[in-house]
């Protein structure tokens, strides 16, 4: 049972714009949602984290956007350059960011110059 | 700061072969991680280690997995006999006391013939 569901697969964007990849989740009890974003050869780093009492955090070019009542978070990418082609992963876990990170299935994101 | 550390980078076995993955955390970090990743399955969490304690092991997949933490600097994750279907790129991850964040190592690339 996979408990967060990431879209989409891949993601082509052009130089300048808006990416933005979703996630679903199906337990409530969760209460912490980080996305991670690997690079090719490398280990998932932290990029950003939400917790649900606010629906909004934004960190510079990066902004996640919660909506608690339809169980979904999604990450923005505005301006988004070459560099940030990279695959990205949502996650979710109880127990605030203490608990163990359930993964989606990743995004590979690719900005066209 | 040398970040977390494994080795080694690339292993390839042949079936029924003994693997042994090794881990570093970083210096003062207590929690660790081992993360399995397959294009299939995604990013899967197998054993958590709290103060060199296992905490969690509901991800290991079956008896022939099975995984160490001596002491505070080390953790191995040893698979006995591996199989074809092991064949993936294992992550070790830690985190320091009550901190938000799980930093990744670069992996460890097995591939079993």
């Known amino acids: 049972q996979q408990q967060v569901k990431q879209s989409p697969q891949s993601l082509i964007v052009q130089k300048g714009g808006i990416s933005i990849i979703n996630c679903a989740y199906e337990n409530t009890a969760f209460d912490y949602f980080p996305w991670y974003q690997q690079f090719p050869g490398k280990g998932p780093a932290l990029l950003i984290a939400i917790r649900p009492d606010v629906s909004e955090k934004k960190e510079g070019r990066f902004t996640i956007s919660f909506n608690k009542s339809a169980k979904q978070f999604s990450l923005h990418i505005m301006d988004s350059q070459p560099g940030d082609s990279a695959t990205y992963f949502c996650a979710a876990s109880k127990g605030g960011s203490q608990g163990n990170l359930i993964f989606g299935k990743g995004t590979k994101l690719s900005v066209k110059p | 700061d040398a970040g977390v550390i494994q080795s080694p980078r690339h292993e390839v076995t042949e079936m029924g072969q003994e693997v042994t993955l090794r881990c570093k955390p970083i210096s003062g970090h207590n929690s660790l991680f081992w993360y399995r990743q397959t294009m299939m399955r995604g990013l899967e969490l197998l054993i958590y280690?709290?103060?060199?304690?296992?905490?969690?092991d509901s991800g290991m997949p079956e008896d022939r997995f099975s995984a160490k933490m001596p002491n505070a600097s080390f953790s191995t994750l040893k698979i006995q006999p591996s199989e074809p279907r092991d064949s993936a790129v294992y992550f070790c991850a830690s985190r320091f006391g009550g901190a938000d964040e799980q930093f990744f190592g670069p992996g460890t690339r097995l591939t079993v013939l």
């Open positions: 280690f709290n103060n060199n304690v296992p905490i969690d």
